[in-house]
């Protein structure tokens, strides 16, 4: 079953802040952002603690309900990625701002 | 007494986003982007929403301990600035792309 998603114009900049404010789910905005589309598990795989299935779901959930991602199933996987066309149409230049200062973050 | 605050280098990208992933501080943030240092009253009377002190008192906490903003007292009041200089030698335009974007949310 494909996952509920907001529409674009139910983006609010608030709820993608807040979403982005956790480590773990920067870090996933960071996964997609270098890779692409990707596996949940792949993604997970990366993280650099050790997760159990229901508390990635919850990351999932929290970045999906606010618009930075999107969840597709294909066969047995869901495939995550950034929602680039509609952040970057509603805040241009945002998301490759929060990412580049992840990744600054991430090198120092 | 001078609030604490966290030096330049204890600040955190994910807690300056989930400080800002909260629409009065968003606003507060946007206010002393457009108006410069203002003091807490004054910032207090700008919101949509009218708010007891204690919970201004508690969103400029959250705002100072995630290092966005300077709390200086001066007399009876207490001025608020962002930390621009702070912020922007870390990631830089991060602040601007984030106060842009909630204009750009706010005119539309």
């Given at each position: 079953?494909?996952?509920?998603?907001?529409?674009?114009?139910q983006i609010?900049?608030?709820?993608?802040?807040?979403?982005?404010g956790?480590?773990?789910r920067?870090?996933?905005?960071?996964i997609?952002?270098t890779q692409?589309?990707?596996?949940?598990?792949?993604?997970?795989?990366?993280?650099?603690?050790?997760?159990s299935?229901?508390t990635?779901?919850?990351?999932?959930?929290?970045?999906?309900?606010?618009?930075?991602?999107?969840?597709?199933?294909?066969?047995?996987?869901?495939l995550?990625?950034?929602?680039w066309?509609?952040?970057?149409a509603?805040?241009?230049?945002?998301?490759?701002?929060?990412l580049?200062?992840?990744?600054?973050?991430?090198?120092s």
């Amino acid at each position: 079953m494909a996952a509920r998603h907001p529409e674009r114009d139910q983006i609010r900049l608030e709820e993608v802040l807040s979403a982005l404010g956790n480590p773990i789910r920067l870090n996933i905005a960071r996964i997609l952002g270098t890779q692409g589309e990707r596996a949940c598990g792949a993604v997970g795989t990366q993280l650099d603690t050790e997760m159990s299935k229901s508390t990635l779901t919850h990351h999932w959930r929290v970045l999906r309900d606010a618009g930075v991602i999107w969840q597709r199933p294909e066969g047995r996987e869901n495939l995550l990625s950034l929602r680039w066309e509609d952040l970057n149409a509603l805040y241009p230049g945002l998301l490759d701002s929060i990412l580049g200062s992840a990744a600054r973050q991430a090198a120092s």
